[in-house]
Each structure stands twice: as C-alpha cells, then as structure tokens.
C-alpha cells in the first residue's frame, strides 16, 4: 500500500519557470510533510516542511502549499534555475509522542530545469 | 558542524556474504534511523533506534538488523545477501526521538553491489 503518491514522475521546466510537484496521502494520522531534494550520488537532504495547522509555507524561492481535507500537498519552486535540477521527494510521518517518526516517503520526480 | 557521515561509500559483495555498514549521526543526535534506496523502489524505512535501542523496523527479514552504540553511532548489519539487497542505503539521524525536533537529516549513504 503506498501511502504518499508523488506526481509527476519527471518534470521538464525552462530556466525561470514555476515547477510544481504534488504529493497525495492516505493516512490521516500524518502530521509531518517534508521536501527532499536529491543529487544524483548524494543523500537527500531537507528542503522544506510544513504542519498541517498552516495552509502554506514559503523559504526563499520553494513554497509547500497544503490541502489538508484534500489530503495533498505541493512542492512549488519559483524562478526555476539549472542548479535546481535534482530529483524530488515528498515525504510524511507522524510525530507525536510515542510514534515512531518514520519517513513515508513518494516515488521521487525528477526534475529537470533547461537554461 | 558535521553532517551525518557514513561509511563505507561503496561496497561490492556476492551473494551469501554479509556486511556492515556504519553511520555516525550529527553531534547531538540521538536518534538514527536507516532506509534503503532501491533503483525503483524509492526510500523505504528499515530501522530507527534512539538512546541505544531499537524503536522500529519497517517490513524488511530478520536479516537486516543493527544496533546503536553509546555515542549513538550506529551500525546496519546485513546477512545471506541477495540481488534485491543491491541499493544506496542511507542513514539519517535527528536530534531525539521525543518529538522535539526530529526533522531527520541525511548521509551520503554506502552504494551495496550484489554480485
């Protein structure tokens, strides 16, 4: 059972575009949902993450906008540039006390931003 | 600061062997958790172990198993490997797992080759 789903599986942009990326969840109990960015060899590392107690939140050129009675949630990188070409992961976990904090993670888009 | 480091980079194993695969958190981290990244499988969560036990292990045999040292360092042990074994497995560590700000930072990860 998969219980993130990221959508696109690749995205093509032009160099100063808007790439958005979404990601869909099943369980309800998620309260955690962060952005992976990935390089090809390298870990992922943390982009940005919202709570569900906020509709959207912004760092820099990256905005997660969330939907909670839909159940999604967006990754939306602003002025796209070549440097952000890398794959894309969405992720949830719930983190209360108690809980075990495990990342669910989507599938991964790969972006790819032409200059 | 340092990151979370990982060791060995790459490995190259036959099938049957074992291996060990280490993973030093970022100081002052108590919590280590360990996923695997397989080509088509995307990240999937293996373990979590914080002050030194093990808190959670995802839908992986008994012969994946690990342990945390008193450092919080924190080795994966792998036996009678497989094929399907062959991925990045990646290490991330947070600062505990009492919901006090676990966001879980990455390693580079080690590369495991099954020949």
């Known amino acids: 059972q998969q219980q993130v789903k990221q959508s696109p599986q690749s995205l093509i942009v032009q160099k100063g575009g808007i790439s958005i990326i979404n990601c869909a969840y099943e369980?309800?109990?998620?309260?955690?949902f962060p952005w992976y960015q990935q390089f090809p060899g390298k870990g992922p590392a943390l982009l940005i993450a919202i709570r569900p107690d906020v509709s959207e939140k912004k760092e820099g050129r990256f905005t997660i906008s969330f939907n909670k009675s839909a159940k999604q949630f967006s990754l939306h990188i602003m002025d796209s540039q070549p440097g952000d070409s890398a794959t894309y992961f969405c992720a949830a976990s719930i983190r209360g006390r108690g809980s075990n904090y495990k990342l669910t993670f989507g599938k991964g888009t790969l972006l790819t931003v032409n200059p | 600061e340092a990151g979370v480091t990982q060791s060995p980079t790459h490995l190259i194993k036959t099938r049957g062997q074992q291996v060990t695969l280490r993973c030093s958190p970022i100081s002052g981290h108590t919590s280590v958790y360990w996923y695997q990244q397989a080509l088509g499988l995307g990240l999937q969560f293996l373990l979590w172990y914080d002050e030194g036990e093990e808190r959670n292990r995802g839908n992986f045999p008994p012969r994946f198993s690990g342990r945390q040292f008193p450092n919080y360092s924190s080795e994966l042990n792998v036996n009678a490997l497989e094929l399907e074994d062959s991925a990045l497995y990646l290490c991330?560590?947070?600062?505990?797992?009492?919901?006090?700000?676990?966001?879980?930072?990455f390693g580079p990860g080690t590369r495991l080759t099954v020949l």
């Open positions: 369980n309800t109990a998620f309260d955690y």
């Open positions: 991330a560590s947070s600062l505990d797992g009492q919901g006090r700000g676990n966001e879980q930072f």
